[in-house]
């Protein structure tokens, strides 16, 4: 059972299973924001860093991912190619370890684990995907193949 009704198709997501989101939809969100919700404060925090913020930008060559993951370090980051054309980028951010001595006063770095999924269009190149981290930013970078505009052959009309 969904938190959230689906106002668009079978979209269902569940606030406190990051996990549940399925691939990317640009509708995403809209109209109502996480703040509509009656969500306990806890499971904002957690999903705050459960769904990570990626830009997906198209270039004449390349599809190009970019995605900010600060304190993250390259081997806390997963990136794949599923069946299918399906992108996915995963990790997770481990919460700070309390000392019996420490006083908090304010948590708010998330923590937790993230997962994005993108449906790659028919002229990416899923055999070439390169993927980098520098500063905190993944970059993922899907070359495309040319794809060859049909051949026209004009007909002579007889008669």
């Given at each position: 059972m969904s938190l959230i009704p689906s106002f668009f198709g079978n979209r269902?997501?569940?606030?406190?299973?990051?996990f549940s989101l399925d691939i990317w939809d640009p509708s995403e969100g809209f109209p109502f924001s996480s703040s509509v919700v009656n969500v306990p404060s806890s499971a904002?925090?957690?999903s705050a860093f459960a769904n990570a913020r990626i830009d997906w930008k198209e270039t004449p060559e390349a599809h190009v991912f970019k995605?900010?993951?600060p304190g993250l370090k390259k081997e806390e980051?997963?990136?794949?190619?599923?069946?299918g054309r399906v992108l996915?980028?995963?990790g997770e951010r481990s919460k700070e370890q309390e000392e019996k001595n420490d006083k908090w006063h304010r948590v708010e770095r998330s923590s937790g684990k993230f997962l994005r999924r993108f449906r790659l269009p028919e002229n990416a190149?899923?055999?070439?995907?390169k993927a980098s981290m520098e500063s905190g930013v993944l970059t993922v970078t899907v070359p495309k193949e040319e794809i060859k505009k049909p051949e026209?052959?004009?007909?002579?009309?007889?008669?």
């Amino acid at each position: 059972m969904s938190l959230i009704p689906s106002f668009f198709g079978n979209r269902r997501s569940n606030v406190f299973d990051p996990f549940s989101l399925d691939i990317w939809d640009p509708s995403e969100g809209f109209p109502f924001s996480s703040s509509v919700v009656n969500v306990p404060s806890s499971a904002r925090e957690t999903s705050a860093f459960a769904n990570a913020r990626i830009d997906w930008k198209e270039t004449p060559e390349a599809h190009v991912f970019k995605a900010d993951l600060p304190g993250l370090k390259k081997e806390e980051v997963k990136v794949e190619v599923e069946e299918g054309r399906v992108l996915q980028i995963s990790g997770e951010r481990s919460k700070e370890q309390e000392e019996k001595n420490d006083k908090w006063h304010r948590v708010e770095r998330s923590s937790g684990k993230f997962l994005r999924r993108f449906r790659l269009p028919e002229n990416a190149k899923t055999d070439q995907v390169k993927a980098s981290m520098e500063s905190g930013v993944l970059t993922v970078t899907v070359p495309k193949e040319e794809i060859k505009k049909p051949e026209v052959k004009s007909i002579e009309i007889s008669g």
